[in-house]
């Protein structure tokens, strides 16, 4: 992950290989496959992205840290986000607009879209610090009106937390 190119233009850059991947992979192993393999890699990419972010800090981040990378999902007015609430052990918020999902589906990437960004959501988490509890019931990717996002370190690992 970089921060000098706005994410959603790297995720504009991955797309356009994995559609090539993802099309091979369907002619050769069938959608089901093809999806499962393009979900596989993203998941890896995640969880080392998530490793990389968290080697910024110099502890163990909490979610008002997690609260302060948002900045480099929204550039580029990529995301509309609504903050419920943000504090070391919670953060909500609500994605009012999501220009990924308008991008993959521009892409003719629809079908694959929440492989390759929703699901990247909770596995950033496991890179950036496992004990990161992530929820979330609905996505524009997937017709909802709006993706509700909810992250909790539990009391319990309050410890892993660098506040």
């Known amino acids: 992950m ?25 002619e050769s192993h069938g959608q089901a496959m093809a999806a499962e393999t393009i979900r596989r890699a993203v998941t890896r990419s995640a969880i080392e992205q998530g490793e990389a972010m968290r080697a910024r800090f110099d502890h163990m981040p909490d979610l008002l840290d997690f609260a302060d990378i948002l900045k480099f999902w929204t550039a580029d007015d990529a995301l509309t986000i609504e903050v419920l609430d943000a504090t070391p052990a919670r953060l909500d918020f609500n994605v009012r607009r999501c220009r ?35 929820e979330r019931t609905q996505t524009i990717m997937e017709g909802a009106e709006y993706c509700d996002f909810h992250y909790e370190i539990p009391a319990d690992d309050k410890t892993n937390s660098g506040r």
């Open 2 to 26: 970089t921060t000098t190119l706005p994410i959603i233009q790297q995720r504009r850059i991955e797309a356009s290989i994995l559609k090539h991947v993802y099309d091979v992979l369907v």
């Open 100 to 134: 990924y999902a308008e991008l993959y589906r521009e892409m003719g990437l629809g079908e694959i879209g929440a492989i390759l960004s929703c699901n990247r959501d909770g596995t950033f988490c496991e890179g950036f610090n496992p004990a990161i509890v992530f």
